[in-house]
């Protein structure tokens, strides 16, 4: 019995053409999307707007620039001008009234600003080499904080995009469906069939983790065969961590379905969860920018400490015992979240 209504959970699925498209074929779109833009594993290239009357006087500058991220792109003072109107230039060379000088757009800063300093180091570095000394620049080692082969962006946004997933199919599959049937009152219907209700939720849990298994699969057959990453730990110990984060979203979107009446209350609710966690848990990128109040509350949150695990693992090839407080937060949330979801759940 168990077995038919896991593959009833499963039909039901793959009728589904947005939501098979949403669970698999989004989070490989991401996962090419960026780390095809970040494939050189380095600092992203930037780009310096170089108007005509500053390139004439700043070739000792430019040439300098060759061996930084810092991309120039030459164009005549007014095409310079028009393309800063628009407010496409993120930072711009130029002829002030006292010679070249730089200029940075104040909405994009966090841009301009990076690529402010490189050309700022290449013009100091020009001027060393110009007094006859030579510029010494401190050594750059490129490597994993475990010493294993983590060659690229990609390397650390896949761990990102798993724990993501988790977390969506955790929420939306999960707790929105949950709703669901409850909205259109086919947990009532059920209520008073032969069908006993162990068997209904643990054929939606088992059909969760398949889908979360073929998930998995997909997106490290595509790291793999596109950006040559692979898991540097134990399969077992990335098994594992899949389980537990499997288990810790899926109770939470068990829970947070208890205090929904409908999809749309339910909808809302979700991502009020969901987008924070998503946004400032390190899924993109690190949050070392933003504010430190920022990076101590997002620690509380389950997906941030999860993903330091998972990385550590996947990227490092690390065991999980430098990790007990992260798996501990992971672990009271997955209490937490089920024992509300029990004293929430209801047939009615």
Partial sequence: ???????????????DRAAMFWTFAFPVLMLLGFGTIFRSGSTPTLTLVVSGQAAERSAGV???????PVKPLLLS????????RKGDTAAQLEEGPAGPRLKVNT?????????????????LALQVVRSGQEPQFLPVAMESPGNAHAA????????GLLGV???STGLFSVGMVNVSYREKGKFRRLAVTPLPKWVFLAGQVLHRLTVVLLQVLVMLAVGRLVFGIANQGSYALLGLLLVLGTACFMSMGFALAGFARTSEGYGALSNVVFLPMMFLSGVY???????????QAVVALPLSPYLKALRAVFNDGAGL?????ELALVGVWTALCFGVALRKFSWA
């Fill in 1 to 15: 019995m168990l077995f038919r209504q896991f593959i009833i959970e499963w039909k039901l699925f793959s009728r």
């Fill in 285 to 295: 990128f690190t949050l070392d920018a933003a504010p430190r109040w920022m990076q």
């Fill in 165 to 167: 997933n988790l977390m």
């Fill in 152 to 159: 690229n962006y990609a390397a650390f946004l896949l761990p």
């Fill in 77 to 84: 003072d007014a095409e310079a001008q028009a393309r800063w």
């Fill in 107 to 123: 909405y994009l800063v966090s841009q301009g600003q990076v690529t402010a300093q490189i050309v700022q180091q290449a013009n």
């Fill in 62 to 68: 430019l040439k300098a620039l060759e061996r930084t």
């Fill in 321 to 325: 015992a430098g990790h007990g407080l």
